[in-house]
Each structure stands twice: as C-alpha cells, then as structure tokens.
C-alpha cells in the first residue's frame, strides 16, 4: 500500500531522475503497483530516449516466478513495437500460465515479425486457452501467415463462437476467399 501511495504521488513528476527508483516497481507483485510503474517507465523512457534502458528491464522481468510480471513485462515488450523483439515474446507462447501466454500473443501480434510466424504456427496446434487463441488468429492474420490455414480450418469446428470467428477471419485475410466458418 505504501508503494502504491507513493507511486501515485509520483506519477505526475517528468524528471528524468525518477526512471531508475520507479523502474526496480516494474516487477512488483503488486498489479497496481506494478502496472503504475510500467506506466511511467515508459513515459519516461519515450520522453528522455531510455528505451534500451526499459527493455532491459523488461526482458530481465520475462523469466520472473510471477505470472503477472511475466505477462505485464510481455504486454509493455510488445507495445514498444519493435520488431526485433520477438525473440523475446515468442518462448512466452509455451509458458505454463495462460495469461502469460496471451499477452506474447498479443505482444508477436502487435510487432508483425514475419519471423515469429513458425513460433504462432506451432502453437495454433496445441493452445486451448480462449484469449490466446484470439491473440493468435490475430496475429496470423496480421502476418498472413498460409501456413496457418490448416490449424485455423480445425479451429472452424471449435465448439466456441468466438474462436470460430476469430479462425474465419483471420482466414479470409489470409486466402482472400470469403468461405465464412463453412
């Protein structure tokens, strides 16, 4: 509670100085905690060119017994937007969590690296979880993966309306063919 407190107090502060103390929140147990000093990190960081700098402690936040600052650290990974950092998020698709999961879904969606594409493929086969396999239909979608299509016709026949819509558009981005969820 006192972090929190401290942290909103904080908040509104743009020097510089601030990005190292807030930066060690960055993988807080706590969410909001946590959630407030990403946040400011990188505000901070886009204001004072420090990316690298929270990159770094992002990737050192990937591996964390946390799966809320695993997933949290992948989110803000995959907002920053450079590409190249796929090779961070891509392991992520095999984590134990599901939140954990979604989020490097979400995060190889929003970078578009054509090279995370055998990585999404691969775990179009095995993944369950709801959320990540939206984030994956988008992000085949996204890349216009043809190697997806035959997951993603398999997926045509998933009992969830959701995933079944998620597959038949992903797949008509994909084909260029308007077949619906037939």
């Known amino acids: 509670a ?8 904080v908040s509104s502060l743009d020097d510089r100085d601030w990005f190292d103390p807030v930066s060690d929140l960055c993988g807080d147990v706590s969410k909001d905690v946590r959630n407030g000093a990403l946040s400011m990190t990188s505000r901070l960081a886009t204001k004072y060119e420090l990316k690298d700098a929270l990159i770094r402690i992002l990737v050192s936040h990937l591996n964390a017994a946390s799966p809320g600052v695993r997933a949290d650290s992948a989110s803000t990974l995959g907002g ?10 891509a392991p992520l698709l095999r984590d134990s969590d599901s939140g954990v999961r979604a989020a490097a879904a979400l995060g190889l969606s929003n970078l578009g690296a054509a090279a995370s594409g055998p990585d999404i493929v691969s775990q179009l086969q095995t993944e369950r979880d709801h959320w ?24 045509l026949s998933d009992p969830d309306q959701e995933i079944r819509s998620a597959a038949g558009v992903a797949l008509q981005t994909i084909t260029g063919e308007r077949f619906g969820v037939d």
């Open 2 to 9: 006192v972090r929190r407190l401290v942290l909103n107090i």
């Open 80 to 89: 920053i937007g450079k590409a190249e950092h796929w090779t961070h998020l």
């Open 132 to 155: 990540t396999r939206i984030y994956l239909a988008g992000a085949t979608q996204r890349l216009k993966l043809a190697t997806a299509v035959e997951p993603l016709i398999q997926w």
